[in-house]
T-cell receptor
Framework: DGGITQSPKYLFRKEGQNVTLSCEQN?????MYWYRQDPGQGLRLIYYSQIVNDFQKGDIAEGYSVSREKKESFPLTVTSAQKNPTAFYLC?????????????FGDGTRLSIL | ENQVEHSPHFLGPQQGDVASMSCTYS??????LQWYRQNTGMGPKHLLS???AGYEKQKGRLNATLLKNGSSLYITAVQPEDSATYFC??????????FGQGTTLQVKP
């Protein structure tokens, strides 16, 4: 079955440490997205990519970085510059021209600070 | 500033009742409105999309209407398995979806 796989499900970060969250999709979608969700809140866009080797900052990009070297993969690095990284991180994908296409989500990675 | 607001934040109907929720949006270069459902600890799942004011869509026990700058979602004969958080997301031509904070539905058996 096609879908989006996020790993790991739970991740713990020490102070001053960078961590990378994995997102892989086999839906053959061009566009991919990273969101952050805090308790009781909606989703806020961190970064998005409409095509391989190109990505744009979302609304809360500071302290995060991404790469898009392959169509099926869009890893997110939470750097030590992100002072409040504890959150639920969601990856999504959609067909090209994503603004009028539904987004398909993975089941998230929950990041906590040790 | 682009934003989406939900009302109410929480709904607790009895099984078999109708659940009614709505959202309002303020989004530049609006393209369409989408509803998603999220179960605890999982990613949201797309329910339906609507494109112009007056548009109505039915999907099973879900009925949605797109209004000018808002949308309503009704779930008829709610069941315990309908319990989830429902999000409205406004899509702009910039390629972004703007999500509200959601309405949490908890159906009493």
């Amino acid at each position: 079955d096609g879908g989006i796989t996020q790993s790991p499900k739970y991740l713990f970060r020490k102070e001053g440490q960078n961590v990378t969250l994995s997102c892989e999709q086999n839906l053959n979608h061009d566009a991919m997205y990273w969101y952050r969700q805090d308790p009781g809140q909606g989703l806020r866009l961190i970064y998005y990519s409409q095509i391989v080797n190109d990505f744009q900052k979302g609304d809360i990009a500071e302290g995060y970085s991404v790469s898009r070297e392959k169509k099926e993969s869009f890893p997110l690095t939470v750097t030590s510059a992100q002072k409040n990284p504890t959150a639920f991180y969601l990856c999504a994908s959609s067909m090209r021209g994503g603004y009028n296409q539904p987004q398909h989500f993975g089941d998230g990675t929950r990041l906590s600070i040790l | 500033e682009n934003q989406v607001e939900h009302s109410p934040h929480f709904l607790g109907p009895q099984q078999g009742d109708v659940a009614s929720m709505s959202c309002t949006y303020s989004v530049s270069r609006f393209n369409n409105l989408q509803w998603y459902r999220q179960n605890t600890g999982m990613g949201p799942k797309h329910l339906l999309s609507m494109y112009s004011a007056g548009y109505e869509k039915q999907k099973g026990r879900l009925n949605a209407t797109l209004l000018k700058n808002g949308s309503s979602l009704y779930i008829t004969a709610v069941q315990p398995e309908d319990s989830a958080t429902y999000f409205c997301a406004a899509s702009s031509n910039t390629g972004k979806l703007i999500f509200g904070q959601g309405t949490t539905l908890q159906v009493k058996p």
